[in-house]
């Protein structure tokens, strides 16, 4: 069945250093989406890419979708101590209707 | 409501009975999703409904879960016997249309003993 998979599982940076997390289907995807979620809370839905190659910014954050469409990165540039929290990816296969299975996440801490 | 809501936030049982987990999805929003979420892990896929048609149970751990959606709005997850190893936080999303972003409750952590 369909895997997503995603690393690190955790990272730990100093405020002002940028953070990175890459998300890997072993299947190709109709659209991938990213969530954020603060602990103690629920995941938050940050965006979704749907094109081959696409390329999307919100403020520091940089999100890309692979040209094969099976892999996936976000990026945050000069993190804050707002940004702590665990980034999920979310991946929708074709033929599977609405279907998303989420990568394990990637915890991040900023220490200011 | 303004969001999905869930019930109970919060449910401790005994080893080997039933539980219900209610979710209640946004308004006019015709997908819902069932995730488990154990400490610290990730989103665990369950059950996804789309409008009237069947039902994706793929995700379902064993034949003691079982997931309704009546009328396309309110939606159950029934756990029967329970376990210990079914204690986890228990989150309903749903969305416009499926594949679409979720909007997500704020969860059912549930503490089988």
């Known amino acids: 069945g369909q895997q997503v998979m995603q690393i690190p599982q955790y990272q730990h940076v100093q405020e002002g250093e940028d953070f990175t997390t890459y998300c890997n289907s072993s299947t190709t995807l109709s659209n991938i989406q990213w969530y954020k979620q603060r602990p103690g809370g629920h995941p938050v839905f940050l965006i979704q890419?749907?094109?081959?190659?696409e390329v999307k910014k919100q403020k520091r954050l940089t999100f890309q979708f692979g040209e094969a469409k099976k892999n996936s990165s976000l990026h945050i540039t000069a993190t804050q101590t707002t940004d702590v929290g665990t980034y999920f990816c979310a991946g929708q296969e074709y033929n599977q209707g609405g279907k998303l299975i989420f990568g394990q996440g990637t915890e991040l801490s900023v220490k200011p | 409501g303004a969001g999905v809501s869930q019930s109970p936030s919060n449910k401790v049982t005994e080893k080997g009975k039933d539980v219900e987990l209610r979710c209640d999805p946004i308004?006019?929003?015709?997908?819902l999703y069932w995730y488990r979420q154990s400490l610290g892990q990730g989103l665990e896929f369950l059950i996804y409904f789309q409008g009237n048609s069947a039902p994706d149970k793929s995700g379902l751990p064993s034949d003691r879960f079982s997931a309704e959606r009546t009328g396309g709005s309110v939606s159950t997850l029934t756990i029967q016997r329970t376990q210990q190893e079914d204690s986890a936080v228990y989150l309903c999303a749903s969305s416009l249309e499926g594949g679409e972003k979720l909007f997500f409750g704020s969860g059912t952590q549930l503490s089988v003993l």
């Open positions: 308004s006019g929003h015709t997908a």
């Open positions: 890419l749907v094109k081959s190659g």
